[in-house]
T-cell receptor
Framework: RKEVEQDPGPFNVPEGATVAFNCTYS??????FFWYRQDCRKEPKLLMS???SGNEDGRFTAQLNRASQYISLLIRDSKLSDSATYLC?????????FGAGTRLTVKP | DTGVSQDPRHKITKRGQNVTFRCDPI?????LYWYRQTLGQGPEFLTY????????KSRLLSDRFSAERPKGSFSTLEIQRTEQGDSAMYLC????????????FGSGTQLSVL
């Protein structure tokens, strides 16, 4: 079993749609959680951290369920510029593990 | 440019040759990570340094791979006796540390083994 698992998609949605991505992790001792965004042929960049209480940044909402070892990302009112691969990231003691990513394409 | 820099951007080599990549992290960052990424996959963890100490190394990293970070500044990743399966994008990232875990990535080194 992979340490961080994501639905690879692709998700193809129209502009303005709401889309949700899920991620599960296997290491119950994991300490920190993040969503990164990666555009085609570019390096990953931090989108947002994920906190147990849930957190929101504009159109983006991230949630963490430690009991289920599950992380989610919700994008509301999706824009063409949201098209990218979204990577779930989990920190253990000495490393940061990435999921394989979920590809999102937002269409006009 | 004060970001993470990697050199070279591209490397083409023949199977069996040795290659070395360099990463210069952001100057005040004490954590440095190496990842490998292939098409359609997320970055795969290779190894991690806290200052000059290599604290974690992936089980997937064969003995042909070695990384160093002398003096806790720049880092090098060497692959000996390259194989075609080593072809990938090699990404370096750095972060400040405990209170700020945000990873800043370099643009990567694209390795092609012929």
């Amino acid at each position: 079993r992979k340490e961080v698992e994501q639905d690879p998609g692709p998700f193809n949605v129209p502009e303005g749609a709401t889309v949700a991505f899920n991620c599960t992790y296997s290491n119950s001792a994991s300490q920190s959680f993040f969503w990164y965004r990666q555009d085609c042929r570019k390096e990953p960049k931090l989108l947002m951290s994920v906190y147990s209480s849930g957190n929101e940044d504009g159109r983006f909402t991230a949630q963490l369920n430690r009991a289920s070892q599950y992380i989610s990302l919700l994008i509301r009112d999706s824009k063409l510029s949201d098209s990218a691969t979204y990577l779930c990231v989990v920190r253990g003691n000495n490393d940061m593990r990435f999921g394989a990513g979920t590809r999102l394409t937002v269409k006009p | 440019d004060t970001g993470v820099s990697q050199d070279p951007r591209h490397k083409i080599t023949k199977r069996g040759q040795n290659v070395t990549f360099r990463c210069d992290p952001i100057s005040e960052h004490n954590r440095l990570y190496w990842y490998r990424q292939t098409l359609g996959q997320g970055p795969e963890f290779l190894t991690y340094f806290q200052n000059e100490a290599q604290l974690e190394k992936s089980r997937l990293l064969s003995d042909r791979f070695s990384a160093e970070r002398p003096k806790g500044s720049f880092s090098t990743l060497e692959i000996q006796r390259t194989e075609q399966g080593d072809s990938a994008m090699y990404l370096c990232a750095s972060s400040q540390g405990q209170d700020n875990e945000k990873l800043f990535f370099g643009s990567g080194t694209q390795l092609s083994v012929l």
